[in-house]
């Protein structure tokens, strides 16, 4: 799979420090000029479906199970890899300095009806819901709360922003 990108987030200084390692598989979801992504309330974002690969599972597998649970992805098909961002940011936990996340990104198709998502706690706490949205209003959303560097912008909103721009460019 190829190589999207490497982003170290503006606060990591040393990336030769005790790191939490974490991968992690999200969807491409297309239907017309429309994709399938997440917006969360709290973080005022859009982003892919899909999210950490347990210890357990190999990266498809997660990703079967992550579009399963955050959209209710049925049916689910990979129908290609389209790349990883390899990422560094810093970590919550004391004993760790950074967090270095794996993100594949694969381009699947699913059923056309889906099932109820089953969102963890969290996810319904952040105010977290699945919708069809045309990618380049998308991106205009996503591009505004970056400009506008708003307080509860989360780490990820410009890694999946990067991300949809490169699949407008290739997939559109």
């Given amino acids: ?22 991968r992690a598989a999200r969807g491409i979801i297309l239907r017309g000029s429309e994709i399938l992504l997440l917006y969360t309330k709290r973080y005022n974002d859009y982003s892919f479906p899909g999210g ?27 129908i290609g890899e389209f ?12 004993e760790y300095d950074l967090m270095h996340m794996v993100s594949y990104y694969y381009v699947c198709a699913i059923a056309p009806s ?10 319904i706490a952040n105010g977290m819901s699945s919708v069809w949205i045309d990618i380049s209003q998308a991106i205009r959303h996503n591009k505004e709360v970056m400009a506008k ?9 410009e890694r999946e922003t990067f991300v949809l721009e490169l699949i407008k460019e290739e997939l559109f």
């Avoid at 990108?5 to 503006?10: L, Q």
């Avoid at 790349?83 to 004391?94: L, M, N, S, V």
């Avoid at 889906?114 to 996810?123: F, G, H, S, V």
């Fill in 1 to 22: 799979m190829r190589l999207i990108k490497t982003m170290i987030h503006k606060d990591v200084t040393n990336l030769s420090g005790r790191s939490f390692e974490r």
């Fill in 149 to 157: 560097a708003e307080p509860s912008m989360g780490f990820s909103i």
């Fill in 52 to 78: 950490g690969v347990d210890d357990h599972e190999d990266v498809l597998t997660g990703l079967y199970r992550e579009l399963a649970e955050e959209v209710g992805a049925k049916n689910v098909r990979v």
């Fill in 114 to 123: 889906m099932d109820t998502a089953k969102l963890e706690d969290y996810e």
């Fill in 83 to 94: 790349g990883f961002i390899d990422e560094y940011r810093p970590y919550y936990k004391p």
